[in-house]
């Protein structure tokens, strides 16, 4: 019974083992990894974008409003938008 367990997590271990290294080298050396970094760098970059407001400067993204709508804007634009000074 132990043998037959053992078995069966040996073999599920090395199917992970196999996934792992297939997905390794997937990442590192073709064009499809090339790609996904590259989509990684334009998200990091459009996050950074996201946290600078125009007019009041960069904040971080714990101090953002998020509205009802799900848009995320800056706490000084939300206070005047607030004030019906925009
Ligand atoms: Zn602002």
Redo the contacts with the bound molecule.
């Keep these: 019974m132990i043998a037959i367990l053992l078995e069966g997590s040996l073999f599920v271990g090395s199917i992970a083992a196999i996934a792992a290294l297939v997905f390794y080298i997937t990442r590192g050396s073709t064009s499809l990894g090339l790609r996904a970094q590259q989509n990684k760098n334009r998200e990091a970059i459009e996050r950074e974008a996201e946290l600078v407001?125009?007019?009041?400067?960069a904040?971080t993204e714990a101090e953002l409003v998020r509205l009802e709508s799900g848009e995320r804007?800056?706490?000084?634009?939300?206070r005047?938008a607030m004030k019906g000074i925009v």
Excluded: A, N
């Excluded at 407001?53 to 400067?57: D, K, L, Y």
């Excluded at 804007?73 to 939300?78: A, G, Q, R, S």
């Design positions: 407001c125009p007019i009041h400067g904040h804007i800056c706490p000084e634009c939300f005047d």
